[in-house]
C-alpha cells in the first residue's frame, strides 16, 4: 500500500513539473527575429539635398548620402524603423512637419526663435 502510494504521487508531481518547465521553454525565445524589411513602420524624413557634407544626391544618383541622411538611418535601425527620405524645398520643411506630410526634417536646420514651437534635438555642431 505504501507503494502504491508513493508512485501515484510521482506521476502527477512529474507531468506538472514538465508541463511547467515545457511552459518556461516555450515563452523564453533566445533566437530573436528581427521584423522584414517591409514589415517595418515608415518613418518619412524631410529634407533639401543641397547642403553637403550634410545631405546631398549621391555620386551614382540612387539615392541621398550626408551626415543627417546617416544619422537617420542609424536612429532607424535602431528603433526598427523603415527610413524613407522626401527631397523638399527647404521652406517646405517645417510646412511639411506641420502638416504631417514628413515625420521628421533633417537638413543642417538651425535652431532660432521661429522654429522654437518645433522639438529640436540638441545642437550636433557649433559654428566658429
Not at 511552459?23 to 517595418?40: G, H, R, Y
Not at 510646412?95 to 515625420?103: E, G, K, V
Amino acid at each position: 500500500m505504501i507503494k502504491h502510494f508513493r508512485h501515484g504521487w510521482i506521476k502527477p508531481i512529474a507531468l506538472g513539473l514538465l508541463a511547467c518547465i515545457s511552459i518556461i521553454f516555450m515563452t523564453f525565445n533566445p533566437f530573436t527575429v528581427e521584423p522584414a524589411k517591409s514589415q517595418l513602420i515608415a518613418f518619412k524624413v524631410g529634407t533639401e539635398p543641397t547642403f553637403p557634407p550634410f545631405e546631398m544626391p549621391s555620386e551614382d544618383g540612387s539615392g541621398l548620402q550626408g551626415f543627417d541622411i546617416d544619422l537617420m538611418k542609424a536612429i532607424g535601425n535602431e528603433v526598427n524603423l523603415a527610413v524613407e527620405f522626401e527631397s523638399l524645398p527647404f521652406d517646405g520643411l517645417i510646412p511639411a512637419l506641420q502638416s504631417n506630410t514628413i515625420d521628421a526634417a533633417v537638413s543642417g536646420i538651425t535652431i532660432t526663435a521661429e522654429r522654437g514651437l518645433l522639438t529640436v534635438n540638441k545642437k550636433l555642431l557649433k559654428s566658429s
